[in-house]
């Protein structure tokens, strides 16, 4: 495989890393939002917001388009929510199997 196009995975990864960038793709995957809305809902300062998206838009993860004063931002390709839903997945059955690890080790220390 190409350097470069391991280089723009691991871009992407890189990206997707940041919790509060992650938390704008899963609210952006609701609907189009404006940059209110988004530091609103996320709790965050209107500049902090601006700065993630101005990363997720440099790497083409959204889309902007201004409105008068307002400025709404879309995901760009909906897939990058496949990547974001099998890591979820990914997390939720390694949580499962540790959980099923502790119950049979519960059950282990119960019988000595």
């Given at each position: 495989?190409?350097?470069?196009?391991?280089?723009?995975?691991?871009?992407?990864?890189?990206?997707?890393?940041?919790?509060?960038?992650?938390?704008?793709?899963?609210?952006?995957?609701?609907?189009?939002?404006?940059?209110?809305?988004?530091?609103?809902?996320?709790?965050?300062?209107?500049?902090?917001?601006?700065?993630?998206?101005?990363?997720?838009?440099?790497?083409?993860?959204?889309?902007?388009?201004?409105?008068?004063?307002?400025?709404?931002?879309?995901?760009?390709?909906?897939?990058v929510m496949d990547i974001v839903q099998q890591a979820l997945k990914f997390f939720e059955i390694e949580l499962s199997e540790?959980?099923?690890?502790?119950?049979?080790?519960?059950?282990?220390?119960?019988?000595?």
């Amino acid at each position: 495989m190409p350097k470069r196009i391991i280089k723009s995975v691991s871009d992407l990864f890189g990206v997707l890393s940041n919790p509060t960038r992650l938390q704008i793709i899963i609210l952006l995957n609701e609907s189009e939002k404006d940059v209110k809305e988004i530091h609103e809902r996320l709790g965050l300062s209107s500049s902090n917001a601006s700065q993630h998206l101005a990363i997720l838009r440099a790497h083409h993860l959204v889309d902007v388009r201004q409105e008068g004063v307002h400025v709404f931002y879309k995901l760009h390709n909906k897939k990058v929510m496949d990547i974001v839903q099998q890591a979820l997945k990914f997390f939720e059955i390694e949580l499962s199997e540790v959980e099923s690890l502790r119950k049979a080790l519960s059950k282990v220390m119960d019988h000595k």
